[in-house]
């Protein structure tokens, strides 16, 4: 009865107040309609360790996520929800401690959008190298988002003179691939590279 409505795509900053606190939000969706549910709390410093939860008017859970899994984010204790609603009609989300802690250092930031298809790529290294004369591969992993199932193109361009990159494919039903770098064997200035 409490619940603040949310209406469209958004992004509302909040508090976990007090031990025991949540925030509850009303939402609506159209049958047939993604949403991404996103809290951003560990990212910009807060101590907040999030539980995001999602509800139906009854109260039953219909998804919930404490750790979401990002690239280049090991440890992230911030949550995320793509969910895709069976039926037209009001939802809850609800953003709380996952220890029941609260505080006015516990801020968050809840982003809600619509789910598009999408994906994110994550390098094995930030600094590759390779010497004069040999080959060296670069690993690329790809998260994909919201039923992405496209191929990947990757180029790497701006390289040092004298070091050249295969272009690498990542097809639709694979999540990972390598970038062959060569550098010639002639006299060229080897550099690091960003």
Do not use: C
């Not at 560990?42 to 139906?56: A, F, I, M, N, P």
């Not at 600094?127 to 790497?156: A, D, H, L, M, Y």
């Amino acid at each position: 009865a409490q619940s603040e409505r949310l209406n469209g795509a958004l992004t509302v900053n909040g508090r976990i107040g007090r031990d025991g606190d949540e925030d509850l939000f009303r939402i609506s969706a159209e049958a047939g309609a993604s949403l991404a549910f996103q809290v951003d709390a560990e990212k910009y410093g807060s101590v907040l360790d999030s539980s995001l939860t999602l509800l139906d008017t009854t109260g039953k859970v219909l998804a919930s996520n404490d750790d979401a899994k990002w690239p280049g984010r090991a440890l992230n204790r911030d949550g995320l929800i793509n969910f895709k609603f069976k039926d037209k009609g009001d939802y809850f989300v609800k953003v709380s401690s996952l220890y029941r802690r609260g505080g006015p250092d516990h801020v968050y930031r809840l982003t809600v959008q619509p789910a598009t298809p999408d994906f994110m790529l994550s390098l094995s290294t930030d600094r590759p190298s390779v010497q004069r004369g040999e080959k060296g591969k670069i690993g690329v992993s790809v998260s994909r988002f919201n039923e992405f199932k496209g191929e990947v193109r990757v180029q790497i361009a701006g390289l040092p003179e004298g070091v050249t990159a295969k272009d690498l494919v990542i097809p639709g039903d694979k999540e990972s691939g390598s970038i062959e770098l060569e550098a010639a064997g002639s006299e060229f200035k080897v550099a690091a590279i960003r």
